[in-house]
């Protein structure tokens, strides 16, 4: 049987959303985490989290939102790179530093080093119970299927899609 939620529970999710919707908002308008979290009375480690939030659990509203915090913030950091150019070129190593911190930002913010989450169907055996030659011959024909994805209809042309926007 399943489970009811009380009114309590559903009270608290439904302040969660309303502090979720808040916390957009006031980043969009250029807040910092921790100010965030002073205002609304949580840790700036909360108001973290409730950036972070998945984008399959959000409404279509939540989900614009995101994405303009998004580009705002890709902006922050492009602005960001851009007065530390001249210092990193010359040679500083703070800048340098700071430099590889905020790229190290933009590749989370935009998921570029999030693993490959690519589906693998398996019959009968699970992974745990296959030897090492049949887990190479999965991960060999994998790669033989992308590679083949990249060969047919997509001719190599240097165009990444990327129009430098």
């Known amino acids: 049987m399943a489970k009811r939620k009380t009114p309590k529970a ?6 969660m959303k309303l502090r979720q919707q808040k916390v957009l908002d006031m980043r969009l308008l250029g807040e910092s985490l921790r100010w965030i979290g002073e205002k609304l009375g949580v840790s700036h480690e909360t108001v973290r989290t409730d950036l972070d939030l998945k984008g399959d659990r959000l409404d279509e509203s939540t989900q614009e939102k995101k994405g303009q915090m998004r580009t705002l913030e890709a902006l922050r950091l492009d602005f960001a790179l851009s007065a530390i150019s001249g210092q990193v070129t010359e040679g500083s190593l703070q800048a340098v530093d700071r430099w590889v911190r905020i790229g190290v930002e933009r590749r989370k913010m935009f998921g570029i080093d ?3 989450t690519s589906n693998i169907h398996l ?7 296959m030897t090492n ?23 190599d042309n240097g165009d990444n899609g990327d129009d430098g926007e």
Do not use: F
């Open 10 to 15: 559903n009270a608290r999710k439904l302040a």
């Open 114 to 116: 999030a693993p490959d």
């Open 123 to 129: 019959t009968g055996n699970t992974l745990t119970e």
């Open 133 to 155: 030659d049949e887990l190479r011959a999965i991960v060999a024909a994998k790669s033989r299927v992308d590679a083949s994805n990249n060969d047919s209809g997509n001719p």
